[in-house]
């Protein structure tokens, strides 16, 4: 995936789930600064995802990115008030612009 490989080069420590449940149970032991999350993926409600993420302790401070291929005004709005830091649509020619904003942050 995209998101992987473009982390995997800037240097950062990376992890892929198949799964939302999964993708839960690897963010509870790799503790991730960042976490990407496509929430349209099959067996998977991002929204929860963001919500059970941010009630844990080191979720509370992690940046959450909403992948989406709905790009609505209510769609972004959805995903910010389920916990996502940001909503990043689909495709993702412009994650390298995201990178370099949150590399700014460190």
């Keep these: 995936p995209a998101a992987i490989s473009l982390m995997s080069l800037a240097g950062y420590s990376t992890r892929l ?6 993708a839960f149970a690897i963010a509870l032991q790799f503790r991730p600064d960042i976490v990407f999350f496509d929430v349209n993926r ?31 005004a209510p769609d972004r709005a959805a995903c910010l008030s389920a916990g996502f830091d940001f909503h990043f649509p689909k495709p993702l020619e412009s994650l390298i612009g995201l990178l370099g904003q949150l590399s700014q942050l460190s």
């Design 17 to 22: 789930s198949r799964s939302g449940e999964e």
């Design 42 to 72: 099959l067996n998977a409600n991002g929204r929860e995802f963001a919500q059970r993420i941010r009630l844990t302790e080191w979720g509370a401070t992690a940046v959450l990115v909403a992948l989406d291929g709905r790009t609505t």
